[in-house]
């Protein structure tokens, strides 16, 4: 077999796209920059031109963050303008969209109106843009870090064919505590918390998976108040927000979620009600993490403006 080592320049070169300046407060998801590379990465990864339009941006990647961005209002233009600032993007047309950004310093980035009047187009730099094109091997490396560290593993599959990415293995760098799935297994008996499903084949747990509740690629602990047993539908509604808790445990589904037959069979008709409870003296999924879910997953309805 060949050497499989990372370089240091192949390190670095992660590092650069894993330290991205992500604006935060608190506790709040923002993988906006994430997306958009991972959106222009596929695309290197397909042969296409370096240069991004905009207005394709605009479509395909505010699509994106609707789909796997936080609940809240999102936009692509602020991850096209700021990207800028950590070396990996440039615009060609910077200098007509930074005039509109000097006449109002109080703005953030240009306006929606002047990005779209001037054509504009976006990228990764044409040096780094050649390196990767002849490392399909590393560009594949760099989208599972990516996803590895901005979305917990049941989002990689769908975001990797949503941005129509060839094949990557995402492997996790930040080992979870091998412990927490047969601990969060057994206090919930082996059965889901919202349905009750408890297969087995043989004697081993047929889709019946630990969920975390504050996610693990967000911080949260592997401990029995951030976990809840699952079946594996349920786990992946609880990760992409079609469903959570209140802080009594009673079952919330998202208004988002289109009321088809499966809908209302697997998930809707579940509103209202209490989970099961783990065993006696286990405790129940604890307030600030189901907090934290209802603000940064759960697709709640549009707040009124």
Known sequence: MGDTRVTTTDAELLDRFADLNIWRRGDERAP??????????????????????????????????????????????????????????????????????????????????????????????????????????????????????????????????AIGMPYVQVTRRRPRDPAFRDTILRIYQHRCAVCGYDALLGTTDLGIEAAHIHWHSHGGPDTEENGLALCANHHKAFDRGALSLDNDHHLLISQHLRDTEGARDWLIRFAGEPIRDPQPGCPRPAAHHLDWHRSEVFRQPARQR
Request: aromatic letters at 6%.
């Open 32 to 161: 906006h920059k994430p997306l958009l590379l991972l959106h222009a990465l596929a695309a290197l990864q397909r042969g296409e031109a370096r240069l991004i339009p905009f207005a394709r941006i605009e479509e395909e990647v505010g699509k994106l963050l609707s789909e796997f961005g936080p609940p809240r209002a999102t936009r692509p233009e602020y991850p096209f303008w700021h990207l800028q600032s950590d070396g990996l993007w440039e615009i060609p047309e910077r200098a007509t969209l930074q005039a509109d950004l000097d006449e109002a310093p109080h703005r953030h980035n240009p306006r929606l109106t002047v990005i779209r009047a001037a054509d504009a187009h976006g990228g990764l730099p044409q040096d780094l843009y050649q390196e990767l094109r002849a490392r399909p091997d590393l560009v594949n490396r760099i989208a599972a870090r990516l996803l590895e560290d901005h979305w917990e593993p049941s989002f990689h599959d769908d975001i990797l064919d």
